[in-house]
């Protein structure tokens, strides 16, 4: 157990729908990345803040969002959702920055049907 | 464009002997290096790191070598056990950036 808690773990949806994924980091830390798993495909970063600001974006498209909240939550929001946005997404936490171990929550599987 | 290569994507190996897991990267930027397993249904844990300044790190049966020169690094585990089979991906670290490879997928049979 790492940690980090994920929810929902898994989540059917359709087209042009819209989800919300919720992540909390590990206790003290201050940082989540939010990371995207495509079939075959390895971990694609999507976006990391620290201490509710925003810190760097990855390949993230413009209709995927997300925030992190005063109690260090984070949530990851898609919209208009296509076929193509199935995925495991994945958040991770570390205290600071990005030269420590991040540490992976179990992820949310996503299916749009 | 892929900045950090895992160009095996499977590799089996018998129970007792070495695995050579490889990863390429092209950013000279990138300064730290690790490397994640995952198990299936779960998310990745860490296993190893190493930073730009060495070209070896030794944790038990799992070593990394890094050939900054070649812009390649390699997980060696030693002996390998069955409980080793999972999803090996390195990642790679500098300039506000952490890339990750596609993984290589490690079955240890006995």
Sequence with gaps: DSGVTQTPKHLITATGQRVTLRCSPRSGDLSV????QSLDQGLQFLIHYYNGEE???GNILERFSAQQFPDLHSELNLSSLELGDSAL???ASTQGGLSETQYFGPGTRLLVL | DQQVKQNS???SV????ISILNCDYTNSMFDYFLWYKKYPA?????LISISSIKDK???GRFTVFLNKSAKHLSLHIVPSQPGDSAVYFCAASGADKLIFGTGTRLQVFP
């Design chain 1, 33 to 36: 990345y939010w990371y995207q």
């Design chain 2, 42 to 46: 779960e998310g990745p844990t860490f």
């Design chain 2, 9 to 11: 994507p499977s590799l």
């Design chain 1, 55 to 57: 810190r760097a974006k």
């Design chain 2, 14 to 17: 018998q129970e007792g002997r």
């Design chain 2, 57 to 59: 790190n030794e944790d």
């Design chain 1, 89 to 91: 997404y994945f958040c």
